[in-house]
Structure formats: structure tokens, C-alpha cells
């Protein structure tokens, strides 16, 4: 009876992608069945396929195992599968079809990576949440949104292209495509642990996540925000378990974003570099890789989804309804948005783990992990940056937003779909924070952990309200660092200013080469000559086309060479 | 009766298309000349399918023609290498013919429509021959078939611009044609004969003359001319563009890939693997150009703002893939650079035909004129963006599949420049590729539109186009029989000998 | 030195022909503007692989490949057969060719390749110059449009109405 479970075709991700074909033919009216309650169904699909390997495929020459459920997939999933519900009750109200069947595929592509049992199937996917999640990027329309959704495109694919170069070079090596623990032993192992840095938001490999989650709308940021960076921590926590590298690695993650962050204007900007931060936190646990630090990264990534979409929905509440998140021009929205500001502010707590919500029991296991092997150094950084994260999106986001001077503002409330999701993540926040009992038996390693020890509540307050006293006393003493207007360029700023001047520099210089070249070589020089310096505005130097003359010495130069080479 | 039809198929594949041309021509009428070349078109599909069957199944069909023996008559051989193209160009060939009626009605004058036809008959006929013949000067007899059918073709585009264009590349062909007709001619002076198979086994004793050196080199030149390989690729965009969109569509989909065809062909059935590229250093010329075809033509594409150019510029990269496959000369790379031969002519074909249809509604193809059209035409926009991310090598498309094995090939050969080349080269397709889908679906239409710019193309050219891109998603999806077929076509020409 | 001569010009002496032919028709295309010229040209160039596919089958001595009586040594008859071919592929050249220049003329008003080309860029140019234009038109009506290159300038949008 229950066969067909473990086969391919019972993948939650082909529910998804389903569920997007439907969205793309059935009117309107029914598209909210399929943005909730596909996923839902899904969701317990995925809870009553057996744990193993299954779901063998096979293509162009490599057997592909599409369905591997064990705790760590299985929970990723799950929570892939329940943001996918709910941020499809959360864009109900958006009318436009591409951005609902971008998602659904979008969220499918993540699924199907989780639960993906070899290098091969994992890239498939991998590419499939790059090409899908660009679409709700572009699907802002303006110009701006494609050039940023270009950008962001072709960094995920080069994330995308390393995976497919490392699991060749893997394969070669070792003659398997199982998606295990690789280590950086081989230059696969490195290729792939790039490409995974590339989308977990690496230092300096990061820009991407500032520089398009901002661009997007305000239901494609919501979704960007789950899935591409959750998906590269499961897959450093699947492969790269234990790398000691990644130690480092996550402590400068978690302090860097918020520097930008303090200063940047763009709330959702605000939220991307919190995001970063974030991530390194997992990384760095990952990096431990005891089975106590494993299960941190992986509860936190469940909390950090919950709370972080949270963060992003109210923001995308404002944005709709306001037309901006610059924080230089909000202010005083508590009075038209008052729900939306609740559930911001608990977001805003969750983030900054204050006990009896989400992430209070899940960044504790990670710092109790770095207690427990005596990392010190790494130990206060983290403490560090949990303190400034509590101040940056902690408290800047909705002070600014919902506080701050009255901008005059007086917009609806968020519309009723958006309330209801907003309202049913913060439930889930506060519910993971004070039942933390049910997310740790979900957890898929063997460690117990109890985060509502006296000591640690304790000393979670103090640092809370250090980080409130902090804020206080910089804001009124006007220290607070001002909010930057325009963009924060940092490592970007190398294929952003510095690439374009070089290319135009060579393009440059290549078509006057050129042009001296064929003043030797044309018979009428001066004609060439003059013809080219009015060809070459546009289209550049190859594009333009040639004279019959031209083309056959090119024709004679490549016989001559053949022959002088065979000579 | 059925074996004898069967005996004849080889002959009948070329006769079929070549003695419709005149029967078009005297038919005149739109109506008839269509029936006679869908008739014709799908009739050579079928035989093509049949012939790709048999050669499967018993390694290799001869055929002499007119009963003469083979060293000394004309020989036609279907094994599974030119099987495969055979496939292409007449699958192609059976696509366009739906394609037609409504693009010609469209473009060209209606009393001009018939000779459309007949071209492209004789321009399917030259191709084919191309294919199955395993006779040198025969070989040349089809190229300037296929070849001055073409000239013809281009010349009839509705711009002014195309007469030049068809012009430079009569020049180009010509003397590519005659280029290939000389280093044939070196070869039958050192052998005497004209045989392919004969060829590759009374060339090994005099193969250490600059005589047959000499032809080698003439040979490559004047069929990488018709080919398009960097730096003789020029006379392309032109012709690609200012033809009438049905013969972008064909010639781009299967001209390049015969020609390309041809060279390897005379390169590894008659002068033999180990003699061009072991001998002689023709692998590694053949690499750099390619690699150099790979980036600096994706780069021109990147900027054109016309969509059809801009596909012609995409075609020259590509053909810098097929190329770089083929050259590593080892098994696995030429499997691959045969896939990506079979794979970019469905991207092409289908990439063309798409632009065609929005063609046929904005008597206009440039960048800007495709603005907003998503919504005014979503069937054919569709159509090209699984194209385009085809072209891209998106997971689940044949452009995929080809990215893959060429990867795999590289690595295999240890060409790890190539590889950081073709990595590259397929980001820069991104970015070509997302100018179009942008002015698709992420702009709107401009004001001034009148609005006869709205609904679909007829069905014909919507169904020829899907056509192509299923096929492309069912390669992706499935690629196990193509590969195997193209790993049997490379053992074959490994091992030396039609 | 009279062997050289003997076997390298005098012995060679029709591959010289050949050689001297193809260059003329080369240069000829490549260097003269006139479409009808370099027609010409590539017709010299065809003639002279004819010149050299028929050399080659000439014995010393032979007759032309005739059954007579009495006679045994004839030409090699296949290169013959063969260049008959390739005449009449380059014959359908020359006519397709002449062909295209009658319409490039009454097209363009000119025969001259620099003429026709100057012609076609200057469409080009034109049309490109439209294009930009409406390039820069889409952008400038879409909200908050990077001027031209995204190089992160301050942009701050316009607050709602």
C-alpha cells in the first residue's frame, strides 16, 4: 500500500511544483488552496515517508537518489515546507501570478535539496532555487529590480556552476556522488564548500543577500528570506560537519553585517544584514560539530526562520501600505499599524532572544556548545554580537519604523491575509520560546539541553538590558550612528565600480587596437580609418560587420597559420 | 515492393527533397507549393527516423548509387555519427515546413512564396546529402547545393540589408567551397580516389607529404568557414538577421552543425585521429579558436539590440562549444560536442522560431519592440524563455545535458582553462539571455502600440515551436538514449573507418 | 641548377600557372570594392582548382579520354568529369552573384562595397540611435531608475502622494 512512498514521485518538492502549475492555470479564486494548503499537505507527506534512502531516479548515466529522510532533512524540510504556508497565506493578496508560481517552485527547489541524497540531485535543485527565486527579484518591474535581479542571478549560478565543477572533480576522485560528509580534503571538497559559502552568505561572498533582498517585492522578500541561505547552512551542516575553518569563518559573519546594519537606511536592508549575522552564528556551530552544536544550528535555523520572516513580513506590511522602508522617512506608524507593530515587536524580542521566545533556546545551545569546548575567544564574540544584534534589529527596526517623530502618516492597517500570517509566525515564536520541549524532540541529534537554567536567563537580561541602556544613552546623546542615505557599497564596490571602469577601459583600448591594426593592413587606410571611427559607437568592435575584404585575410591568416604550423 | 522501398531509402532521402523542388516550382500556387513541401518534409523525416533505426541496429547502411561499386561509384553511408545529424536536419526540416506557411504569408510577397519553397527543398536536400554521402567531391556537390540555396534564401529577407549580407556570404562560401574543393583535389592526386572509407586507407602511406598536410589544412579552413568557427564566423549575424525569420530558423538549427559535421568527419573518418591530432597539432588550433569563439562572441551578443542578431551572435559561441567537444578528440569529448551539436540545433531552431512568431505580430525583432509582449503573447514568450534558459544550460533542458558532458570531457582531458572558458561563457548567456525575458515579461508595452499587436501566432508556428522546446525539456528530462547514441557514434569514429 | 629548373619551374610549370591564378583572383576579391569585380575575381580563383583538378590527370602524351582505335594512353577521364561539375556550380555561383548586384543596384544605387556598406551603417546607426533612445525612454518612465550604470549613487525615492 504505502509503495508509492518510496518512490520519486512522493517528493513534497513535486507536490510544490505542482501546486505552482496549478497556480499558473486555475483562476484566482483558488490560488489560495494551493499556496496553503499544498504545502500543509506536503508538509504531512513529508512526516509519513519512511526514513532511508529513496526515490531512485535515474539520468544521464548516475543513479540519483532524490528522497534521503533522516532528522536533520526531515526537520529542514519542515520548516521549509511550514514558512512556504505561511508565506503563501501572507502574499494572498498579491495579484500577480508570476510571483506566486516563482515562489511555489522556489520553495520546491529548496525542498527537494534538503531531501536530496546525492551531489547530482542537490545541484539540480540547487540551480532550480537560483533561476526561480530571481523571478520574484524581477518581478518588482522596475529597472533597477533586473539589474540587481541580474546580478544576484549570475552570483547564484556561479554558486551553482562551482557546485556542478566540485561534484565532477568529487566524483573522479572518489567515484561516488553521495551527498555525505565531504571535507575540504580534495579540490571538489573546496569547489563545493565555496559554492556552499557563496549562499550561506560567506564574509566577502555575501554581498548578494544586501544587494537583492532589499530589490525585491514585498512577498519575494519575505520568501528569499527563507530558503537560499537555510538551505546552504543544511548543507554545510550536511557536509561539512565539524571543519574547524568555519569557526572563524561564522565569528566574523556574526559581527561585520552589523556594522552596515547600524548605519544603513533601507529597513529591509537593515533586516538583510541582520540576516548575515545570524547565519554565522550557525556557521559557527557547524563548525563545532559536536552533536549539541548541531542540534543549535539546526533549532536555530528553525527559530531564525520564524522570527527573521517575521521581521520581513511587517516590513513588507510597511512598504506596502507606506511605499518606503527608509528609515530616514518613517516614524509614528504605531498609530495607524498598530497590529503590525506588535507583531514587530515581538519579532524584534524573538531576534534578540529575549527569554520566552524563539531564539533565546536556540542561540543558547550554540554559546553552550562553545562553552562546553572551551572556546573562549569565539565564545565572546558571539556575545558580542548577540549584544550589538540585540540593539540593531532588536530595537533600530521598529523604533525607527513604528516610533521615532511622527512622519504623519496615516495608512490602513496591513491587509487581513498578511495580518493572519504575521500574527500566526508570532504565535509560533513565542510558542517555540516557551514549549521549547517540542522543537528540541524534533532536533536530530542525541544531547539533551535545557535553555531555562537560572543562571542563563539571568544573564540573558542583563546583556538585554545593557543593550537597551546602550541605545538610550547614544540616542540621546545624538551618537547613534545616522542613518546612511543611498547605498552602502563594501566589497561590492569591486564588480560594481572598479569591474565596469575596467571593462570599459579594454573595450576602450581593444576597439582603438584595432583600428590601428586596420590602418596597416586596409588598403585604403584613411577610408577604413574614417569608417571605423564612426562604426564603433555602439555595438562595439566585433559586432560591426566586415568588408568581404576583411573577412577573407582573416580567412588567409588562418590558412597561412594552419600551414606554417603543420610545415 | 517494402524491401525494395527499404534498398532505396538511402537514394531516396536526397531524390525526394530535390525532384519536389521543381514539382513547387511548376505547382506555384501558396496552397499546393505548401502541401508539396510538408509532403516532402515529413516524408524524409520518416525515412530519416527508419534509416537512424537500421543503422542502430545493424552499425552502418551503404548504399551505392546507380549500382556502381563503391570505390568507384558514389556511396551514401548512414552509421550512427551522420544518423544523428540526418535526424536533426530532417527533424528540423519537418518542423519548419509547419512553420512556414504562416511566416512566409507573413513576410514574403505572395507571388514570391512558392520559390521559398523550392530553396528550401534544394537547401534540404544539399544538407542532407552533405550528411549521408561517403564521397568527397559528392560532399562538395551538396555543399554548394545547400550552399547557393541559402544565398538565395537570405537575399529574399525583406530588409535591403539582406542582399549585402547574402552577397558577403556568397563571397565567403564560395571560396570556402572552393577551399574544400582544392584540398580534395590534393588528396585524389596523392590517392585517386574519392572514396571516404577508401580514402582512410590509402592515405596512411603518403600521409608525410606536405601534399596531404596542405589539404588537411585546406579542407579545416574552408569547412570552418561554412561552419562559422571564430574568426570566420563574420558573414553570420548578417545573414541570420535580415533573413526571413523561417530561414533563420532552418539554416541556424542545421547549416552550421552540417558544416561542422563535414569538417570532423573528413578529419577523423578520412585522415584519422591519430594523424590530425596526433601528427599534426590541428586539436589544439581548434581549442583556442573555440575558446576564444565561446567568449568574444558572447560578449558581442551582450550587446545587440536586435533579438535575432543577437541569437546569431549566441550561435557563434556555441559553435565554439561544439567545437571545443570535438577537438579534445577523445571519446568522451566527442560524444559531447555531438550532443551539443544535436541539443543547440533544438535550442536555435525553437529560439528562432520563437522570435519568428513575435515577429510575425511586431514587424520588428529588436529588443525594445518585445516589450510587455509576455502578456500580449504568452504562449510564444513562454516558449522562448525555456529556450533561453536552455541556452543558458538550465537543470531539466537539453542545453544542460551538454553543458554536462562537455564539463565532464574537459575535466576528463585535463583542460582546465576550457573549463574556466565555458563557465564563464555561460554566465555572459545569462545575461544575454535575461535582456530578452526582461523586455518579455518585466516591461511594459509602450503607449503608442496600435492594437493589432495583441493575440497569438496562427497555430502552425506555435505548434512547430513547442515542438522543438518539448523536445528540449525531453532530452533534459531523459538524456539516456541520446548519450548512448552519441557514444556510439564516437566509438565508431575512435575506431577509425565509416 | 638546370635540374632545379628542370623539375621545379619547368616541370611544375602548370602548378605555377595554378598558383599565379589563385593569387590573382584572391587579390582581386580581397582588394577591389566592385562587387562585379570581385565577382571576377573569385571566378578567377574557381578557374584555376579547375586549371589544377584537370593537370593532374594529364599524362604526357595522352589523348583525350576518346575510345580510338589504336590509341592506349588517354587522360585520366575523372578529373575531367569532375571539374564539369564544379563548372557548373560555378556558373550557378557567377549568375546567383550578377544576380544579387542587379537588386544590391537597384537597392542601393551603387556597386561599390564601401558604398553600400557606408549605406547600411548609416541605417544602422540610425535605427541604433532609435533604440537607445527607447531604451532610455522605458527607463526614465519606470520609478527610481539608475541613470545609467548601477554603481550604488544615492537614490532616494520620492515619498507617496
Not at chain 1, 519512511?50 to 528522497?67: D, N
Not at chain 1, 540593531?392 to 492597517?413: L, M, Q, S, T
Not at chain 1, 536530530?444 to 542563563?456: D, I, K, Q, R, V
Not at chain 1, 547605498?487 to 571602469?501: G, H, I, V
Request: glycine share 8%.
Amino acid at each position: 500500500m504505502s509503495d508509492w512512498l518510496g518512490q520519486a514521485i512522493a517528493s513534497p518538492a513535486l507536490a510544490l511544483f505542482f501546486a505552482a502549475l496549478l497556480v499558473a492555470v486555475t483562476p484566482r479564486l483558488l490560488h489560495g488552496l494551493w499556496l496553503v494548503g499544498v504545502p500543509a499537505a506536503a508538509l504531512a507527506l513529508l512526516f509519513a515517508l519512511p526514513e532511508g534512502m529513496h526515490g531512485t531516479v535515474s539520468m544521464f548515466g548516475h543513479e540519483l537518489s532524490t528522497l534521503r529522510v533522516d532528522g536533520l532533512s526531515r526537520l529542514w524540510g519542515a520548516i521549509f515546507l511550514l514558512s512556504a504556508a505561511l508565506t503563501g497565506l501572507y502574499g494572498l493578496n498579491v495579484k500577480d501570478r508570476l510571483q506566486h508560481v516563482a515562489s511555489l517552485l522556489y520553495a520546491g527547489s529548496a525542498v527537494g535539496a534538503v531531501l536530496a541524497g546525492d551531489l547530482v540531485t542537490l545541484f539540480l535543485f540547487w540551480e532550480g532555487t537560483a533561476i526561480s527565486s530571481v523571478f520574484l527579484i524581477w518581478a518588482r518591474r522596475t529597472v533597477r529590480a533586473h539589474i540587481v535581479g541580474v546580478r544576484y542571478l549570475i552570483i547564484q549560478v556561479i554558486s551553482g556552476l562551482l557546485l556542478m565543477v566540485g561534484t565532477i572533480i568529487h566524483q573522479r576522485a572518489t567515484g561516488s556522488i553521495a551527498f555525505n560528509t565531504l571535507g575540504l580534503d580534495s579540490a571538489g571538497g573546496w569547489l563545493i564548500f565555496l559554492s556552499f559559502g557563496i549562499k550561506a552568505g560567506f564574509p566577502l561572498l555575501h554581498n548578494w543577500i544586501q544587494d537583492a533582498y532589499p530589490e525585491a517585492t514585498v512577498y519575494g522578500t519575505v520568501v528569499l528570506s527563507i530558503f537560499t541561505t537555510k538551505l546552504a547552512i543544511y548543507a554545510l551542516a550536511r557536509g561539512f560537519a565539524g571543519t574547524d575553518l568555519l569557526i572563524p569563518i561564522g565569528a566574523v559573519m556574526t559581527i561585520f553585517p552589523l556594522i552596515f546594519a547600524l548605519i544603513e537606511n533601507d529597513l529591509r536592508r537593515v533586516l538583510a544584514y541582520c540576516l548575515n549575522n545570524q547565519l554565522g552564528f550557525m556557521v559557527v556551530a557547524i563548525g563545532i560539530g559536536t552533536p549539541l552544536a548541531l542540534n543549535g544550528a539546526a533549532a536555530h535555523a528553525v527559530a531564525h526562520i520564524l522570527y527573521k520572516g517575521l521581521l520581513f513580513m511587517t516590513m513588507g506590511a510597511v512598504l506596502y501600505r507606506v511605499g518606503t522602508v527608509k528609515a530616514s522617512q518613517l516614524g509614528g506608524l504605531y498609530r495607524s499599524m498598530p497590529a503590525t507593530t506588535v507583531f514587530c515587536i515581538v519579532g524584534a524580542m524573538a531576534s534578540s532572544a529575549v527569554p520566552l521566545f524563539s531564539a533565546f533556546v536556540s542561540k543558547s545551545m550554540i554559546q553552550g556548545a562553545l562553552g562546553y569546548e572551551h572556546m573562549a575567544v569565539v565564545w565572546v564574540v558571539l556575545l558580542v554580537a548577540a549584544g550589538l544584534g540585540a540593539i540593531v534589529p532588536g530595537i533600530k527596526v521598529p523604533f525607527f519604523a513604528f516610533f521615532h517623530r511622527d512622519r504623519g502618516y496615516r495608512v490602513k492597517e496591513a491587509p487581513f491575509n498578511m495580518q493572519l500570517a504575521m500574527g500566526a509566525t508570532a504565535l509560533l515564536c513565542i510558542a517555540v520560546g516557551v514549549f521549547p520541549g517540542a522543537l528540541y524532540a524534533l532536533l536530530p541529534y542525541e544531547a539533551t539541553y535545557n535553555a531555562y537554567t537560572l543562571s542563563h536567563v539571568i544573564n540573558q537580561l542583563q546583556l538585554l538590558a545593557f543593550a537597551a541602556l546602550a541605545f538610550v544613552l547614544l540616542y540621546a546623546a545624538r551618537l547613534f550612528p545616522a542613518n546612511v542615505r543611498g547605498l552602502n557599497l563594501d566589497t561590492d564596490w569591486a564588480y560594481r565600480r572598479a569591474l565596469p571602469a575596467l571593462v570599459e577601459r579594454f573595450r576602450q583600448s581593444s576597439v582603438s587596437l584595432r583600428a590601428r591594426v586596420m590602418h596597416v593592413f586596409s588598403r585604403n587606410g584613411s577610408r577604413a580609418a574614417d569608417w571605423l571611427a564612426s562604426a564603433f559607437g555602439l555595438g562595439g568592435a566585433m559586432a560591426r560587420t566586415w568588408t568581404t575584404g576583411v573577412m577573407l585575410l582573416w580567412v588567409i591568416v588562418l590558412l597561412a597559420l594552419y600551414l606554417v604550423i603543420y610545415y | 515492393m517494402i524491401t525494395h522501398f527499404f534498398n532505396q531509402m538511402p537514394a531516396l532521402v536526397v531524390v525526394v527533397p530535390m525532384l519536389a523542388a521543381p514539382l513547387v516550382v511548376l505547382a506555384h500556387r501558396q496552397w499546393a507549393a505548401w502541401l508539396i513541401f510538408v509532403g516532402a518534409c515529413w516524408a524524409i523525416f520518416g525515412m530519416a527516423f527508419l534509416l537512424f533505426v537500421e543503422a542502430k541496429i545493424a552499425g552502418q547502411v551503404s548504399y551505392a548509387v546507380g549500382g556502381w561499386a563503391p570505390p568507384f561509384g558514389i556511396q551514401l553511408v548512414i552509421d550512427p555519427f551522420n544518423a544523428l545529424v540526418l535526424l536533426l536536419v530532417t527533424g528540423v526540416a519537418a518542423l519548419t515546413s509547419l512553420y512556414a506557411r504562416a511566416s512566409i504569408a507573413a513576410e514574403i510577397v505572395a507571388e514570391r512564396g512558392y520559390l521559398v519553397y523550392a530553396l528550401l527543398l534544394l537547401c534540404i536536400a544539399g544538407l542532407v546529402g552533405i550528411t549521408i554521402t561517403g564521397d568527397a567531391f559528392n560532399l562538395f556537390v551538396f555543399l554548394e547545393i545547400s550552399s547557393l540555396s541559402s544565398y538565395a534564401l537570405i537575399a529574399m529577407g525583406p530588409k535591403r540589408r539582406a542582399l549585402l549580407s547574402a552577397f558577403q556570404y556568397l563571397i565567403m562560401g564560395t571560396v570556402g567551397g572552393t577551399f574544400l574543393l582544392i584540398g580534395i583535389g590534393l588528396v585524389f592526386m596523392m590517392t585517386g580516389t574519392l572514396n571516404m572509407a577508401d580514402l582512410a586507407s590509402r592515405l596512411p602511406p603518403v600521409a608525410d607529404t606536405h601534399t596531404v598536410q596542405a589539404a588537411l589544412a585546406f579542407i579545416v579552413v574552408g569547412l570552418s568557414l561554412k561552419a562559422a568557427l571564430f574568426p570566420l564566423h563574420v558573414w553570420l549575424p548578417n545573414a541570420y538577421t535580415y533573413a526571413p525569420s523561417v530561414v533563420s530558423a532552418f539554416i541556424s538549427a542545421t547549416a552550421t552543425k552540417v558544416a561542422v559535421y563535414a569538417v570532423f568527419r573528413f578529419v577523423f573518418t578520412v585522415f584519422g585521429v591519430d594523424y590530425a591530432f596526433g601528427t599534426l597539432p590541428l586539436g589544439e588550433v581548434l581549442l583556442v579558436l573555440s575558446a576564444i569563439a565561446m567568449i568574444a562572441a558572447s560578449l558581442a551578443a551582450i550587446f545587440q539590440t536586435d533579438v535575432k542578431r543577437l541569437l546569431a551572435w549566441s550561435s557563434i559561441a556555441q559553435m565554439g562549444y561544439i567545437v571545443a567537444g570535438f577537438a579534445l578528440a577523445t571519446p568522451d569529448g566527442i560524444s559531447a560536442g555531438l550532443v551539443h551539436l544535436l541539443n543547440h540545433g533544438l535550442i536555435k531552431g525553437a529560439l528562432f522560431m520563437a522570435v519568428g512568431a513575435l515577429f510575425w505580430r511586431l514587424r520588428g525583432s529588436s529588443i525594445n519592440d518585445l516589450a510587455g509582449m509576455g502578456r500580449a503573447m504568452p504562449v510564444t514568450s513562454a516558449a522562448f524563455v525555456v529556450g533561453g534558459l536552455s541556452l543558458i544550460g538550465v537543470p531539466a533542458t537539453a542545453g544542460f545535458i551538454s553543458k554536462w558532458v562537455l564539463l565532464s570531457a574537459l575535466f576528463e582531458a585535463h583542460r582546465y582553462l576550457l573549463v574556466a572558458m565555458l563557465l564563464l561563457a555561460s554566465l555572459l548567456s545569462i545575461i544575454y539571455v535575461g535582456r530578452v525575458i526582461e523586455a518579455l515579461y518585466f516591461r511594459a508595452r509602450p503607449d503608442d502600440v496600435t492594437e493589432h499587436a495583441h493575440g497569438e501566432a496562427p497555430l502552425g508556428m506555435q505548434l512547430a515551436t513547442w515542438a522543438l522546446i518539448a523536445a528540449n525539456i525531453a532530452i533534459g528530462l531523459h538524456a539516456t538514449p541520446e548519450l548512448g547514441a552519441a557514444q556510439r557514434a564516437a566509438a565508431g569514429l575512435m575506431g577509425g573507418g565509416t | 641548377m638546370m635540374d632545379f629548373f628542370n623539375d621545379t619551374v619547368a616541370g611544375l610549370f602548370n602548378y605555377w600557372i595554378v598558383f599565379g591564378l589563385m593569387m590573382i583572383g584572391f587579390y582581386t576579391v580581397i582588394a577591389h570594392d566592385n562587387l562585379v569585380k570581385k565577382l571576377i575575381g573569385l571566378n578567377v580563383f574557381q578557374t584555376s582548382v579547375f586549371i589544377l583538378y584537370i593537370s593532374m590527370g594529364d599524362i604526357r602524351g595522352a589523348t583525350a579520354p576518346i575510345l580510338i582505335d589504336g590509341q592506349a594512353i588517354y587522360a585520366h577521364p575523372l578529373p575531367q568529369v569532375l571539374i564539369l561539375t564544379a563548372i557548373v556550380v560555378g556558373v550557378s555561383t557567377t549568375a546567383l552573384g550578377l544576380a544579387l548586384i542587379v537588386r544590391i543596384h537597384e537597392a542601393y544605387g551603387a556597386i561599390e562595397e564601401d558604398d553600400v556598406l557606408a549605406a547600411d551603417f548609416a541605417t544602422q546607426d540610425a535605427e541604433d540611435a532609435t533604440e537607445q533612445a527607447r531604451s532610455a525612454q522605458a527607463r526614465a518612465t519606470e520609478p527610481h531608475a539608475p541613470a545609467d550604470a548601477d554603481d550604488g549613487a544615492e537614490r532616494e525615492e520620492s515619498r507617496p502622494s
